[in-house]
């Protein structure tokens, strides 16, 4: 299995941005294309910002292990140990680009757009034009679509898609879901495997259902969660304090919902409506309101919170 030198990433914003972050500190070269004007731009300056932090939490990371106040898996130290080594140059080994073609010379791609199966479809077939070398995977960040979907665009070469779901903020965030579409071959699921721990990420394998585990369970509970607003249940600053301190979880549904963006919520809800054939994972009235209203959460600002009164 030959190992990954250059990783393109489709999508410069939080998410493609993200991957490409821990890519390059991981010392692959990579190229981040993005359809929109300006968001190359705008990811180049977070990178700016970002690696120098990057550099030195991989630092105090190592430092810990050695005084044994942390005990980090096996691949996030290596990683901590290349980032440390090589991070002052990641930046050097990302090209930002502007068109689609300009991937040709990747050995792997991610890609990292809106979630919607159309557009993923119609990357992923111009993919397989610009990229035919067998050995190139072509990975979904999707958190929601089928997979084995989006991989028939890409015709006879489906057997090089599979689902590669990072989480955010993917700097942070350990895990990565990996799905096998029903055409994936066995290698490109072991060599993905093996380019997340490289990432310094845990791998972990869900079944092509829709939502996988991730979404699966964590979208109903923030539907819930805006039920219980929206019936009176409690108010959102007392249902998140609930679910922190009572279920120790480190954000609470409604703020998490913001985060994520409240039609990325409504969205992923559909998906599980119409891919598990149940109207019981329809989104919440009110959830759907506060999105046609544009109160989307931490893109615009405002959502169940605002964003300077949260």
Same mark, same amino acid.
């Given at each position: 299995?030959?190992?990954?030198?250059?990783?393109?990433?489709?999508?410069?914003?939080?998410?493609?941005?993200?991957?490409?972050?821990?890519?390059?500190?991981?010392?692959?070269?990579?190229?981040?294309?993005?359809?929109?004007?300006?968001?190359?731009?705008?990811?180049?300056?977070?990178?700016?910002?970002?690696?120098?932090?990057?550099?030195?939490?991989?630092?105090?990371?190592?430092?810990?292990?050695?005084?044994?106040?942390?005990?980090?898996?096996?691949?996030?130290?290596?990683?901590?140990?290349?980032?440390?080594?090589?991070?002052?140059?990641?930046?050097?080994r990302?090209?930002?680009?502007?068109?689609?073609?300009?991937l040709?010379?990747?050995?792997?791609?991610?890609?990292?757009?809106?979630?919607?199966?159309?557009?993923?479809?119609?990357?992923?077939?111009?993919?397989?034009?610009?990229?035919?070398?067998?050995?190139?995977?072509?990975?979904?960040?999707?958190?929601? !679509?089928?997979?084995?979907?989006?991989?028939?665009?890409?015709?006879?070469?489906?057997?090089?898609?599979v689902?590669?779901?990072f989480?955010?903020?993917?700097?942070?965030?350990?895990?990565?879901?990996?799905?096998?579409?029903?055409?994936?071959?066995?290698?490109?699921?072991?060599?993905?495997?093996?380019?997340?721990?490289?990432?310094?990420?845990?791998?972990?394998?869900?079944?092509?259902?829709?939502?996988?585990?991730?979404?699966?369970?964590?979208?109903?509970?923030i539907?819930?969660?805006?039920?219980?607003?929206?019936?009176?249940?409690?108010?959102?600053?007392?249902?998140?304090?609930?679910?922190k301190?009572?279920?120790?979880?480190?954000?609470?549904?409604?703020?998490?919902?913001?985060?994520?963006?409240?039609?990325?919520?409504?969205? !992923?809800?559909?998906?599980?409506?119409?891919?598990?054939?149940?109207?019981?994972?329809?989104?919440?009235?009110?959830?759907?309101?506060?999105?046609?209203?544009?109160?989307?959460?931490?893109?615009?600002?405002?959502?169940?919170?605002?964003?300077?009164?949260?």
């Amino acid at each position: 299995m030959s190992a990954v030198q250059t990783l393109a990433v489709i999508g410069a914003g939080q998410m493609g941005g993200g991957i490409g972050q821990v890519a390059a500190l991981a010392g692959l070269n990579v190229i981040v294309y993005d359809s929109f004007p300006g968001a190359t731009d705008k990811c180049r300056a977070g990178y700016e910002k970002m690696f120098p932090k990057s550099v030195e939490k991989a630092k105090k990371l190592l430092d810990d292990a050695d005084a044994s106040k942390a005990k980090p898996e096996p691949q996030e130290l290596e990683f901590a140990r290349r980032a440390l080594s090589g991070g002052g140059a990641a930046l050097s080994r990302v090209k930002f680009v502007s068109t689609l073609e300009d991937l040709a010379g990747a050995d792997w791609v991610v890609e990292a757009v809106v979630e919607d199966a159309k557009v993923k479809k119609d990357i992923f077939a111009t993919l397989v034009s610009i990229l035919p070398d067998e050995r190139v995977v072509l990975a979904s960040n999707t958190s929601s !679509i089928s997979i084995t979907d989006i991989a028939t665009a890409a015709g006879p070469h489906a057997h090089r898609v599979v689902g590669m779901h990072f989480f955010n903020p993917v700097a942070l965030m350990k895990l990565v879901e990996i799905i096998p579409a029903l055409q994936s071959s066995q290698e490109v699921l072991e060599r993905t495997r093996q380019l997340s721990l490289h990432l310094g990420k845990t791998p972990l394998r869900a079944n092509d259902r829709a939502g996988f585990v991730s979404n699966r369970v964590l979208m109903p509970m923030i539907n819930e969660a805006f039920y219980a607003w929206m019936e009176g249940v409690a108010e959102p600053e007392a249902i998140d304090g609930i679910m922190k301190l009572g279920c120790n979880f480190p954000m609470g549904p409604l703020r998490l919902a913001d985060f994520i963006g409240l039609d990325t919520c409504v969205h !992923i809800m559909n998906v599980l409506a119409d891919g598990l054939n149940n109207d019981r994972y329809r989104a919440c009235p009110l959830l759907k309101q506060l999105v046609i209203a544009g109160r989307l959460g931490d893109k615009v600002g405002r959502g169940v919170y605002e964003l300077s009164k949260k």
